[in-house]
């Protein structure tokens, strides 16, 4: 049964009806899928200094920036080095047809001295607890006051704070006196009772958060339906800098520019292009858990669903907290009732966007066989739609199966070995003939793909998944390495369980449909 072969490459649908492979083809040709009038609403929040370097950022977007040809070395050793591989950037207005305001809706000022002052807290919780609060109640306060609501607002961020808001950052050099865990444990600053309860309560409180500025910031303004995009301030740096002289530890400024404008146009509620070849009445749904900072009682785990649809219309779910997480398999799994649940939401959200219709079905991609109680309530929701329903295992092999060329180059992207008519092993990275090269620096590793429930075409299955890896609206790369119900899962799991349990968890009388699940972009 086995044999090795390869499929074609996915194509995709922009402006004109027109289909290319590439991302950065089709934009520079034919402009997004999306083709309307316009302009990009947005607002902009940080230090004054990190406002200046948006402001020139915003000023050469418009601009071409051509493409990198890489280092003299290798410009000397390959002359056609980097022609294809990389690619100019013609501009904002020119690529997407919207307008690009130089000049935004709102713009909110962060206090350099009061940012200090938190950043300066020892304690890691209670330190990007603060730069958080610090940064939300400015950005919410703002977002509500402005006569024109802005549709994005950008985040700009200096290094320092994201060098010492991270899940694992160190204290820094030069902390505030008093603000160690262990003067949070035992407040002795404060002569008054009542201060030193607050104090400690605050160190309580931040202890519930999962300790990442990112995450937490998108989470808390998750119910305030606020879209943000977070820059670096070295990121927009490196957009100034010459083509062939980029930024240590960064891309080129082409590169940049194509990744961060696919974002922004995708969170502007467009889409830059969509599959050209996605089958009608089928969408996919990535499984998320995340195992939570302190088990509540039983519970150890939060639950969610990603669902994409052949538009590329992209929702997230969150579901119950519960016992998921077992010990002994060191894997997560719902019971009957929640995976019913959770699929029977997304059928509904399918239906609302399909004027009623459900799908005719399901793919449920997860990174663990379903346990046969899991699988029964997946099917029992399905059941009730009139759904086909399918299970896919999909998971990485590294230091596993490797496949070599007879020459120096790696082996093709998409191609795949069939191991059985449920099981194959699936090449997402691999030389791509369009680049002239393999985007990589290791020997490609495959994806193992089982079907593990239901019945489907192993080949089916697998370009499904080479569409899915090319729907990453957050950049402009070629293709990606996993599928989009997969790529994300672990941030989306950090932005559903970042904010603690009792401020978002539904109660058990609640009905889980009156908890809107939100569009994709909020996430990313």
């Not at 800098?241 to 961060?260: F, G, Q, S, V």
């Amino acid at each position: 049964m086995r044999h090795l072969i390869q499929l074609e490459e996915p194509q995709l649908r922009f402006g004109y009806g027109q289909a290319l492979a590439h991302p950065k083809d089709g934009l520079t040709l034919f402009g997004p899928y999306t083709r309307t009038a316009g302009s990009v609403r947005y607002g902009v929040i940080g230090t004054q200094a990190g406002l200046d370097f948006f402001e020139r950022w915003t000023a050469s977007i418009n601009r071409h920036l051509p493409a990198y040809e890489g280092s003299r070395f290798r410009r000397k050793k390959n002359a056609e080095y980097g022609k294809l591989t990389h690619q100019f950037f013609p501009g904002f207005e020119t690529t997407f047809g919207i307008t690009w305001n130089q000049q935004p809706e709102c713009r909110c000022v962060v206090s350099d001295d009061l940012l200090s002052d938190a950043l300066k807290t020892h304690e890691l919780h209670t330190r990007i607890a603060r730069v958080v609060k610090l940064y939300s109640k400015r950005l919410i306060k703002a977002n509500y006051e402005s006569e024109n609501k802005p549709g994005l607002w950008f985040v700009v961020v200096s290094h320092e704070l994201e060098r010492l808001c991270r899940p694992l950052s160190d204290p820094p050099k030069e902390y505030t006196e008093g603000t160690r865990e262990e003067d949070f444990l035992e407040p002795r600053l404060f002569a008054d009772a009542e201060d030193a309860d607050s104090f400690a309560g605050e160190y309580q409180d931040a202890l519930k958060f999962k300790p990442d500025f990112h995450n937490q910031l998108k989470a808390r303004l998750l119910k305030h339906q606020i879209i943000t995009q977070v820059l670096q301030q070295e990121t927009l740096d490196a957009c100034g800098r010459a083509p062939n002289n980029p930024m240590r530890d960064k891309e080129d400024p082409a590169t940049i520019a194509w990744n961060l404008t696919s974002s922004i146009f995708y969170k502007t509620r467009r889409k830059p292009w969509i599959l050209a070849d996605a089958r009608l009445g089928v969408c996919y749904i990535g499984i998320v858990f995340k195992r939570l900072n302190k088990n509540q009682g039983d519970k150890n785990a939060c639950c969610g669903a990603q669902m994409f649809l052949e538009d590329g219309n992209g929702m997230v779910f969150k579901g119950a907290l519960g016992p998921w997480y077992s010990d002994d398999l060191r894997e997560c799994h719902l019971d009957k009732g929640e995976a019913k649940k959770l699929l029977a939401r997304a059928i509904k959200s399918y239906a609302d966007e399909h004027r009623q219709h459900p799908p005719t079905e399901i793919f449920i991609h997860g990174s663990a066989r379903f346990k046969e109680e899991e699988w029964a309530g997946f099917e029992e929701a399905a059941k009730e739609a009139g759904t086909k329903v399918v299970g896919i295992r999909i998971r990485r092999v590294y230091g596993g199966l490797r496949l070599f060329t007879r020459g120096t180059g790696a082996i093709m992207r998409c191609a795949a070995l069939i191991h059985s008519e449920k099981k194959a092993f699936l090449f997402t990275t691999g030389f791509v003939p369009r680049l002239n090269t393999y985007p990589g620096w290791n020997v490609p590793n495959p994806l193992d793909v089982e079907i593990c429930n239901g019945e489907a075409d192993i080949k089916t299955v697998l370009q499904d998944i080479l569409r899915l890896s090319k729907l990453n609206y957050n950049s402009c790369k070629f293709a990606d390495g996993y599928p989009i119900t997969l790529k994300f899962a672990g941030m989306v799991g950090d932005i559903l369980t970042t904010l603690p349990p009792d401020e978002e968890e539904p109660s058990e009388n609640d009905d889980a449909e009156d908890f809107t699940p939100l569009p994709f972009w909020h996430y990313i």
